[in-house]
C-alpha cells in the first residue's frame, strides 16, 4: 500500500461550485497533513496544513482529517477557473514529507 | 525576496558531465531539503541538511549524487556523470527548524536536462 493515495483525476467542476480533493495515508503514526498545490511547470505551494481531527479553514479552503479513517481532504469553495492546478496531499514522516502523486483539477468555466 | 531561492532555473547538462544545483534558504531558515519530480511522477525526498551536517540521506541514489550545506553559501545538490535518466525537475524547500508543524517551502525548482 502506498503511504499516500490520492486519485490522480482529472476531477471536472464547473466554475462556482465545491471541489472536493481526498486522500488516504497508511501510516497511523503521522502527525502533521499538508495539502500543495502546484500549477504546470511550476513548484509547490503549501496551501493548508492540519494536524488535529476535524476541520481547518482558511478563506475558501477547508481542510479535514480523520485520522481513524486515516484520511484527509480538501474543500474549496466557490471554485474559480485559477484553482486549475494539481493538488497534493503530504504527511511527515520522521524529518521529511511524503507526497501523493496529486489529484489534478479542472475548474469548467 | 524572502522566499526560497535556487539556481540555475534550467539546466542544460550532456551525458557524463557534473550539474550544480543551488539553493538558498528562506530568511530564517536552517533546514533544508531536496526533492525530485520526474515526468509524470510524484515528489521524491532526497536528502535533509542543517548547515554543514547531512541529517538524513535515505533518498539519495547511493552513487553520482551529493550533497553538501556549507556554513557559508547555498545548499549545494551535485550530480556527477549525469545519466539521461537524471532529467528531472529538482526542487528545493527549507524550514525553520525540524519541530512540528514541519511546514516546508519550496523553491522555483532547477529543471536539469540531460541530452
Known amino acids: 500500500q502506498k503511504e499516500v493515495e490520492q486519485n490522480s483525476g482529472p476531477l471536472s467542476v464547473p466554475e462556482g461550485a465545491i471541489a472536493s480533493l481526498n486522500c488516504t495515508y497508511s501510516?497511523?503514526?503521522?502527525?502533521?497533513f499538508f495539502w500543495y498545490r502546484q500549477y504546470s511547470g511550476k513548484s509547490p505551494e503549501l496551501i493548508m496544513s492540519?494536524?488535529?481531527?476535524g476541520d481547518k479553514e482558511d478563506g475558501r479552503f477547508t481542510a479535514q482529517l480523520n485520522k481513524a479513517s486515516q484520511y484527509v481532504s480538501l474543500l474549496i469553495r466557490d471554485s474559480q477557473p485559477s484553482d486549475s492546478a494539481t493538488y497534493l496531499c503530504?504527511?511527515?514522516?520522521?524529518?521529511?514529507?511524503?507526497f501523493g502523486k496529486g489529484t489534478r483539477l479542472h475548474i469548467l468555466p | 525576496n524572502a522566499g526560497v531561492m535556487q539556481n540555475p532555473r534550467h539546466l542544460v547538462r550532456r551525458r557524463g558531465q557534473e550539474a550544480r544545483l543551488r539553493c538558498s534558504p528562506m530568511?530564517?531558515?536552517?533546514?533544508v531539503y531536496w526533492y525530485r519530480q520526474l515526468p509524470e511522477e510524484g515528489l521524491k525526498f532526497m536528502v535533509y541538511?542543517?548547515?554543514?551536517?547531512?541529517?538524513?540521506e535515505s533518498g539519495m541514489p547511493k552513487e553520482r549524487f551529493s550533497a553538501e550545506f556549507p556554513k557559508e553559501g547555498p545548499s549545494i545538490l551535485r550530480i556527477q556523470q549525469v545519466v539521461r535518466g537524471d532529467s528531472a525537475a529538482y526542487f528545493c524547500?527549507?524550514?525553520?527548524?525540524?519541530?512540528?508543524?514541519?511546514?516546508?517551502?519550496f523553491g522555483p525548482g532547477t529543471r536539469l536536462t540531460v541530452t
Open positions: 524547500a527549507s524550514s525553520p527548524g525540524p519541530n512540528p508543524p514541519y511546514e516546508q517551502y
Open positions: 501510516d497511523r503514526g503521522s502527525q502533521s
Open positions: 492540519i494536524y488535529s481531527n
Open positions: 503530504a504527511l511527515n514522516r520522521d524529518d521529511k514529507i511524503i
Open positions: 530568511k530564517g531558515h536552517s533546514h
Open positions: 541538511l542543517q548547515k554543514e551536517n547531512i541529517i538524513d
